[in-house]
């Protein structure tokens, strides 16, 4: 990211800010920042630091859908200037609820729209946030934001590199669909996708369980805010490695930005690729091996049967010849 695109893209909304009311003042304290999960808030926390309050509804290690609202949550919205939702399915339900039940005629609400687990996405929301977090708190942002952003730049370019040496491009594997966009980023070859256990039926797991054997799939990936278990008794029913990734920083410890959670996620990838491959080289040893005793069983029991042979005809010669002698001595 160049430094000048940056700044501009800043400044104007800047510039912008000015003809708008300030709503950074706040004579009891610091402003109040709501957002609906945890990768919109590891974001404003980064780049406000202590110039603002900054409450997530969303557990990480829940999927948005399974929010319930509490009162603490609707009086936090009361009493926020700004908020900072993604508008994804599972937010749409209880957001707007909450939303009304809060009755905040001067909330500024900010969609930040389009997917955040590539570090491509996660730029486009580090731009939106720090730009309108600009607007809010008329402050410039911009070096903070230019510093996320190659921090973003340089995990990427380093899980980049470790893919390209394990030739993730050859390898398939199937992921809950939620995860699709990083796993497809990251390089390896998705050839099926599955939606939330919950929906899936018995006909759905089966065909799942086809292409797996069919494309020799060497990982079943599960997504941690769904399901940490599903793809598990699938990778033992096909041979694959099991992995689970998360989809919100903060979920597991040390990943509570984007930038952690992207170095973990391809982390637990790149292991579960390494074991896969290691089990494979040891089955193929068993293999050679098995085959190897096999051959010489097989030969043992060749000479074994030679030997037998062998035997059997010196002992018919001894015999006839026994018999011979004997004849020979009845005639003297």
Known sequence: MKINEVTMFLAALLILSATLPSVAAEEDGKPIIVCTTNVLGS??????????????????SLCPADYDMKPSDIYALSEAKILFYHDIPGEKPWLRN???AAGNKKLIQVKVPGTYNTPEGAKICI???GGNLSI????????????MLDAVDSVANEIRREAQSLGV??????????????????GFKVVA???PPETLSASDIVSIIDIARNESAALIIDNLQISAEFGASIASEVGAEHVVLTNFPGAI??????????????KQLFKGLRKWRAMRELEMEVKKLTESLRAEAENLKNQLAAFQAATFVAATVAAVEFTLLLAKRKRR
Do not use: R
């Open 43 to 60: 974001i404003v926390k980064e780049i406000v630091g202590d110039d603002a309050d900054v409450i997530v509804l969303v557990n990480p």
């Open 98 to 100: 909450l939303i009304e």
């Open 127 to 129: 731009k939106i946030i």
């Open 136 to 147: 809010a708190l008329s402050k410039d942002f911009s070096s903070k934001v230019l510093s």
């Open 169 to 186: 491009e050859n390898v398939s594997v199937i992921c809950m669909k939620w995860q699709k966009t990083f796993v497809e980023w990251v």
């Open 193 to 195: 996708t599955y939606d």
């Open 253 to 266: 410890p040390g990943t509570g930005n984007l930038t952690q959670m992207f170095q973990y996620n391809a």
